[in-house]
């Protein structure tokens, strides 16, 4: 059973950076395509980004220009690079993982982390 733990999440001043990362255990991560969607208080949950078994990453375009997603297979590890933060970037956010790249672009991976939070102050 594959297991995501997300960490880096915490409170950052707005036009900040930050990096999350996913570790991946219970299963060889060069097989699952990884995806990073958030949840703010009382909106919908949100793609974010999400990247193929071989590398190919793809943005949700009101991030794209400021967030990059990354992948290292060695360290068995997703990664999520944020920068210039804003206000609007508070959330919850979540690793998730799947064999189908189609199921984590589409929000139904098989595989979610319990999220970590990032809270940007302005």
């Known amino acids: 059973q594959v297991q995501l733990v997300e960490s880096g999440g915490r409170l950052v001043q707005s036009g900040g950076s930050l990096t999350l990362s996913c570790a991946v255990s219970?299963?060889?991560?060069?097989?699952?395509?990884m995806g990073w969607f958030r949840q703010a208080p009382g909106k919908e949950r949100e793609y974010v980004a999400g990247i193929s078994w071989n590398g190919i990453p793809f943005h949700a375009k009101s991030v794209e220009d400021r967030f990059t997603i990354s992948r290292d297979d060695a360290k068995s590890t997703a990664f999520l690079r944020m920068n210039d933060l804003n206000s609007e970037d508070t959330a919850v956010y979540y690793c998730?993982?799947?064999?189908?790249?189609?199921?984590?672009?589409?929000?139904?991976?098989?595989?979610w982390g319990q999220g970590t939070q990032v809270t940007v102050s302005s």
């Open positions: 998730t993982a799947d064999e189908h790249l189609s199921a984590v672009l589409g929000g139904r991976a098989g595989f």
């Open positions: 219970g299963g060889s991560m060069s097989d699952y395509a």
